[in-house]
């Protein structure tokens, strides 16, 4: 099956900072790549997914890079504001038919004031 | 829509005791997923459902946990007896089509002292 590896586990950045979250995923067929954000004693929600047809995808502050030959891909966030602390998981997935969705372990990310 | 509805938020219970995990999922969403969150696992896919019918329950973790989707509004996850180990915060989500974005509910925190 599908393994979602995330780096790094914490990240302090200080607001203003960028911040870039790892993951690696070990099935070349998987496609559909998911971030999920899940602050403190809340649910995870979704806030980018990108497929496999395209290499990047934005939105306002947020970046996802996908490098398919290298079975990585990354979240970026630019000028960080102290509501972006939270736990990031990536996930991976090949669409369609039944296949899991793979979470990644999760980042903790500390904007600091 | 007011989104997933998980109920009850927090449950507190005695080792033996039966608990019964509730879930309304988003009105046309196909699919239903069970996830139970630990500090040590993070997030773990329990089972599945599309159309109402089950999937995949590889994740469950024994026979004391079953699942069931007697309809397109609603689920339940049930652990009987409970271990202090089931504690954890439970998860139900649902989607349209499985590789799109999950809505997550709010969880249950579920503590077995």
């Known amino acids: 099956g599908e393994n979602v590896e995330q780096h790094p586990s914490t990240l302090s950045v200080q607001e203003g900072d960028s911040a870039v979250i790892k993951c690696t995923y070990s099935?070349?067929?998987?496609?559909?790549f998911p971030w999920y954000k899940q602050e403190l004693g809340k649910r995870p929600q979704l806030i980018i997914d990108i497929r496999s047809n395209v290499g990047e995808k934005k939105d306002q502050r947020i970046a996802v890079t996908l490098n398919k030959t290298a079975k990585h891909f990354s979240l970026h966030i630019t000028e960080t504001q102290p509501e972006d602390s939270a736990v990031y998981f990536c996930?991976?997935?090949?669409?369609?038919?039944?296949?899991?969705?793979?979470f990644g372990t999760g980042t903790k990310l500390q904007v600091i004031p | 829509d007011a989104g997933v509805i998980q109920s009850p938020r927090h449950e507190v219970t005695e080792m033996g005791q039966e608990v019964t995990l509730r879930c309304k999922p988003i009105s046309g969403h196909d699919y239903l997923f069970w996830y139970r969150q630990t500090m040590m696992r993070g997030l773990e896919l329990l089972i599945y459902?599309?159309?109402?019918?089950?999937?995949?329950d590889s994740g469950m973790p024994e026979d004391r946990f079953s699942a069931k989707m007697p309809n397109a509004s609603f689920s339940t996850l049930k652990i009987q007896p409970s271990e202090p180990r089931d504690s954890a915060v439970y998860f139900c989500?649902?989607?349209?089509?499985?590789?799109?974005?999950?809505?997550f509910g709010s969880g249950t925190r579920l503590t077995v002292v």
């Open positions: 099935d070349s067929a998987s496609n559909y």
């Open positions: 996930a991976a997935a090949l669409a369609g038919g039944y296949q899991k969705v793979t």
């Open positions: 459902f599309n159309n109402n019918v089950p999937i995949d």
């Open positions: 989500a649902s989607s349209f089509g499985q590789h799109y974005g999950y809505t």
